[in-house]
């Protein structure tokens, strides 16, 4: 290995020259910045927003196919697809002719439509459950998932992996802190211990998760077929069948939420891999970027459940929102389901994804770098680790956060998109070779850059 230099330049050197470089090249952007903190909290309308390793956020003025354009007229291949809603492309006809023709004749009435017996139909054939309710987002989905599991089984207790996602589920926000279970860091205005009602385990840990269901008082274990919001960790072989037994043998009740890895397949992580949930939940893409999700049952649980509320009695169940199952959120899940997701688009997202994922690890061979990466259909992640984690505890000990933000700033000045968080990229129908062509080139220049650093 050639020595460096005394004075080479180190990642901080690195992540500011890219920094000045975005800050000239983005001038409406940073001025809108600036005028957006006067109004909006935090600067922008949601926090999340300003999650961006730039200086400031970049400011979109639109979205087609797979690309997007900002305030400064920079075009971006965009692999981050909102982080999901999108991932089946920007300004979809189909969904946007379904939207247009329904507020034209209604957003929303507190009553069905006809079509919704339709969507009730689509979803049953393409992710074998047979009953099924609507909600605003998959955070509320799953609280009616964890508040049904709770009144069917007369049980206190959840179950979630380290490291999980499930949306704003207060439930889910519990974490290990040196093997012991803890709130998440920052929580906000939490007044109840959650830890009282939320055991959290290791992702993988079989071990783990059969002694937390061992008291016998766990309503449900909520999980993510793939983990995705700590980083991408896949389950090892046998989990999933290992995890059915174990809570059907606990009396305890299995909630998939596949918000993230329908990028799996057209029937999601679920049909994919013969998965059996009692409670199946999905988000974001449903509806093709309108705030919608859906949650569905087996026939046997719904039996259940209507015994359960017939024990409640009447009254306010504290499931539902007025938005939920909203005309204008049914017709873009119709569209979505009918003409968007279909089993052509996913051959397409599927062949890209395995474009990207070759071009990478031909990278990482390339540069020696330790690295890897690992995916769930269409959605890739690039891992600064190898080989990849197994649970959340030694993902985040690998997460090394200057070089990720360096990473992603680098991408955004070379016209490239990703998830703010970690490195997670999802590939689209409409996203074109070039264009995983150019995330791979970018990648490598990257990489690039850091051997000629210094420490």
């Known amino acids: 290995m050639t020595p460096k230099p005394a004075n080479a330049p180190i990642l901080a050197d690195l992540i500011q020259d890219e920094a000045r470089r975005f800050v000239a090249e983005h001038p409406r952007s940073c001025a809108l910045s600036r005028q957006s903190a006067d109004v909006w909290r935090g600067g922008a309308p949601m926090h999340w927003m300003t999650d961006w390793a730039s200086p400031c956020p970049i400011f979109a003025a639109q979205g087609v196919g797979a690309q997007v354009t900002d305030v400064d007229g920079k075009l971006y291949d965009d692999f981050c697809l909102?982080?999901?809603?999108?991932?089946?492309?920007?300004?979809?006809?189909?969904?946007?002719?379904?939207?247009?023709?329904?507020?034209?004749?209604?957003?929303g009435f507190m009553l069905p439509t006809a079509g919704a017996v339709l969507v009730g139909r689509l979803l049953a054939e393409r992710f074998g459950v047979p009953l099924w309710q609507t909600a605003t987002t998959a955070s509320d989905a799953n609280r009616a998932a964890i508040r049904w599991a709770r009144a069917v089984t007369g049980r206190p207790v959840i179950v979630v992996f380290d490291g999980c996602y499930h949306g704003m589920v207060e439930d889910a926000f519990v974490v290990l802190k040196d093997g012991e279970a803890a709130m998440k860091p920052g929580l906000v205005g939490q007044v109840h211990d959650l830890t009282a009602t939320t055991r959290v385990v290791p992702f993988n840990d079989l071990a783990a998760l059969e002694a937390a269901l061992a008291p016998g008082d766990v309503a449900a274990v909520l999980a993510e077929p793939v983990m995705t919001n700590c980083g991408m960790i896949l389950p090892d072989e046998g989990f999933h069948q290992?995890?059915?037994?174990?809570?059907?043998?606990?009396?305890?009740?299995?909630?998939?939420?596949?918000?993230?890895?329908?990028?799996?397949?057209?029937?999601?992580?679920?049909?994919?891999?013969?998965?059996?949930?009692?409670?199946?939940?999905?988000?974001?893409?449903?509806?093709?970027?309108?705030?919608?999700?859906?949650?569905?049952?087996?026939?046997?649980?719904?039996?259940?459940?209507?015994?359960?509320?017939?024990?409640?009695?009447?009254?306010?169940?504290?499931?539902?929102?007025?938005?939920?199952?909203?005309?204008?959120?049914?017709?873009?899940?119709?569209?979505m389901l009918s003409e968007v997701m279909t089993d052509q688009a996913y051959e397409r997202m599927l062949a890209g994804a395995g474009r990207l994922v070759a071009g990478l690890r031909a990278v990482i061979a390339a540069r020696a770098a330790p690295w890897s990466v690992v995916h769930v259909g269409a959605r890739v992640e690039l891992v600064l680790a190898d080989p990849p984690p197994r649970n959340a505890a030694e993902m985040r000990a690998a997460l090394d956060e200057d070089r990720l933000r360096a990473l992603h700033l680098w991408l955004i000045n070379r016209g490239v998109l990703i998830a703010p968080f970690h490195n997670m990229m999802l590939v689209s129908p409409v996203t074109e070779d070039a264009a995983i062509d150019r995330l791979v080139a970018a990648v490598d220049g990257f990489a690039g850059a850091l051997e000629g650093l210094g420490t």
């Not at 909102?82 to 939207?99: K, N």
């Not at 049952?297 to 009695?313: F, H, P, Q």
């Open 82 to 107: 909102a982080d999901t809603p999108a991932m089946f492309g920007h300004g979809q006809e189909a969904v946007a002719r379904a939207i247009a023709d329904q507020a034209r004749r209604g957003a």
């Open 242 to 335: 290992a995890l059915r037994a174990l809570t059907r043998a606990a009396g305890t009740l299995l909630v998939i939420d596949e918000t993230h890895t329908i990028s799996t397949g057209p029937g999601g992580y679920t049909r994919a891999h013969g998965l059996e949930p009692d409670i199946f939940v999905l988000g974001k893409a449903i509806a093709g970027g309108v705030p919608a999700a859906v949650w569905g049952v087996t026939a046997a649980l719904s039996e259940r459940m209507d015994r359960a509320a017939a024990r409640i009695g009447p009254g306010q169940s504290g499931v539902g929102t007025t938005l939920s199952g909203n005309a204008l959120a049914l017709a873009a899940m119709r569209a």
